[in-house]
């Protein structure tokens, strides 16, 4: 019988960008350009998030728990907030899902200019959400 060890974090994390990587590399239009200029921003805001694939295919951004997660679809690119629905949003990036009892996302169209000032507003609260209220952590990797 042989017995399957679960991969360091560290390792997860290195193979969950990877896989992150190779998903925007696969769009070779604005799309895979959009999704790559929000995985920047989401950095720049917090360089110790925690990147990880989950759901088959899906890029998500985790700082004391999910963030958010993001999607290419053939007309868009989707940035969706763990939390948006209890997030403030003055510049009213949300666009989507407003109905969802929970999450709140930001659909981009090709032709959208991304209002980076807003939406990094918007990652600090999810962020800080995230501290102050009791949420799931990832079970994939440990959190920071």
Known sequence: MVVSKKASPAIDRQEAAKRIDN??????????????????????V???????????????WSHHGMVAHGNIFKAKVKLTFHHGAQLPDPEQLFNASLTAKMSRAVDIFERDKINVRALKNLL???????LTHSVPQSKGSRDI
């Not at 917090?46 to 998500?60: I, Q, S």
């Not at 600090?124 to 995230?130: I, L």
């Open 124 to 130: 600090q609260e999810a962020m800080a959400y995230n």
């Open 23 to 44: 998903y925007i590399a696969e769009f070779h239009d604005w799309r895979g350009q959009g999704l790559a200029e929000l995985r920047k921003i989401i950095h720049e």
């Open 46 to 60: 917090n360089p110790d998030v925690v990147e990880d694939w989950k759901w088959m295919g899906t890029p998500v």
